[in-house]
């Protein structure tokens, strides 16, 4: 039976579809791109200032479920053949794939009628995705990463839940909105939580000195804690008790990160910028509980945009970069377009979760600035990464 690699080597068609990571991580980024600046112009202006669906709704939607299912399934296409070792999706099944999330996107933002066609679109793609994560994990039994393919799916459910109840409630859907949120961070606290520490000990087992802490007993209760504080943040946020439990786990999260050699990683941005982004989450997490006990020091959406722009984007576009280099045949180590990706979207963070501290006059200003810096970094992305995610191997032919 051919390996992942020689399925990968001996595909010959288009090379964008030769490998999970390649359409949607550049779909991904330019989606980031065009829907945040979308949005922007309909806050600025009004409901009617673009021929299309671009309002809050849409924003808060395409974040989450749009672009951020994107890069889940451009990292998990690539990640889950090598943890199973099963067959990689490519070729056509992948097109179909990329196919179904492009319908969501285009039916999010023309809505075509009846009321109820837009979300039946687009939650397609997340329930088959999901399907095909539990799949490849049961097939290949790998019973470490069904906790995975568990957690794809809550984000496939509250997407449907977020579609069901804007179209009979009407308004944000909070609770499903919370839940996709903590679908992503918990992915983040999960897969970066290896993967962080894990690159940063190869990175320095080349320069020898002390090296990252190992999974243990500590990591495992970080993990447990930060995914009970954000089942109670999704269903009881509000409750001090929730905020509470959110503040220890930011808490936790920055002890364990503390762990991992950060300091010494300064010379290789590919390696430092998987702890920024952990760094997000822990800080998010911080605030979402900060905010819940102390409402009117912290705002509510700065937690929840140290959530999104930052946790989300940071770690998002860290994984991105590192994966399109290493399976784009180039060498592991971060240009100054890659460096300017991770200054753009980290200003862009910042400022964006800073904003609500500001007076009411200054907030439009900063937040018109968060998102040029923000959309900036993925269109900077698409640039800079495109040529490489379309082009062949330089040592392949496809």
């Known amino acids: 039976m051919a ?45 009617g200032a673009l021929p299309v669906e671009a309002g809050l709704v849409f924003h808060v939607h395409e974040m989450v479920f749009g672009y951020g299912s994107a890069i889940v399934a451009g990292f998990l296409l690539t990640a889950v053949p090598n943890w199973t070792g099963r067959l990689p999706v490519c070729g056509p099944p992948l097109m179909v794939l990329v196919a179904l999330w492009v319908a969501g996107r285009a039916a999010m933002l023309f809505q075509p009628g009846p009321v109820w066609l837009p979300g039946a679109i687009e939650c397609t793609f997340l329930v088959v995705f999901a ?27 509250a997407n449907i839940a977020f579609h069901w109840t804007s179209i009979t409630a009407g308004g944000l859907p909070q609770g499903a909105i919370r839940t996709g949120f903590a679908s992503m961070l918990f992915l983040i606290l999960l ?15 080349k320069r020898g000195g002390p090296m990252p802490a190992p999974f243990g007993r500590y ?12 089942v109670a943040w999704s269903v009881f946020d509000g409750v001090q008790a929730a905020s509470a439990l959110l503040l220890v786990a930011g808490v936790m999260n920055i002890v364990r990160l503390g762990r991992w050699q950060i300091q010494r990683t300064l010379a290789e941005p590919l390696v430092t910028i998987l702890h920024v982004g952990y760094g997000w989450a822990a800080l998010a997490l911080l605030l979402l509980g900060l905010s819940g006990l102390f409402p009117a ?24 970069t590192r994966a399109s280099l290493g399976h784009t045949g180039h060498v592991l ?24 501290f500001f007076e009411a006059s200054l907030q439009m200003q900063v937040n018109h600035i968060a998102s040029v810096l923000w959309a900036g970094a993925f269109a900077l992305f698409a640039i800079v990464y495109g040529p490489r995610l379309l082009a062949p191997r330089p040592d392949r032919t496809s």
Request: aromatic share 8%; glycine share 12%; hydrophobic share 55%.
């Open 191 to 205: 897969i970066g939580g290896r993967i962080t520490p894990s690159f940063t000990r190869n990175w320095l087992g």
């Open 219 to 230: 990591d495992g209760a970080t993990l447990i804690a930060s995914l009970v504080a954000l």
């Open 333 to 356: 180590k971060a240009g100054w377009g890659t460096v300017l990706i991770y200054a753009f979207v980290n200003s862009g963070a910042l400022a964006r979760v800073a904003a609500p």
């Open 131 to 157: 399907g095909l994560v539990w799949r490849e994990v049961i097939a290949g039994q790998n019973t470490r990463n069904l906790k995975v393919a568990g957690v794809v799916s809550v984000l496939a459910l």
């Open 297 to 320: 020091s912290v705002p509510r959406i700065s937690g929840v945009h140290a959530v999104g722009a930052g946790a989300i984007g940071v770690m998002t576009l860290a994984v991105m």
């Open 3 to 47: 390996t992942s690699a020689e399925r990968i080597r001996a595909y010959r068609g288009p090379a964008l579809f030769s490998l999970g990571l390649r359409p949607f991580f550049l779909l991904g980024a330019i989606w980031a791109a065009i829907a945040v600046p979308l949005w922007i112009v309909t806050y600025a202006l009004g409901p």
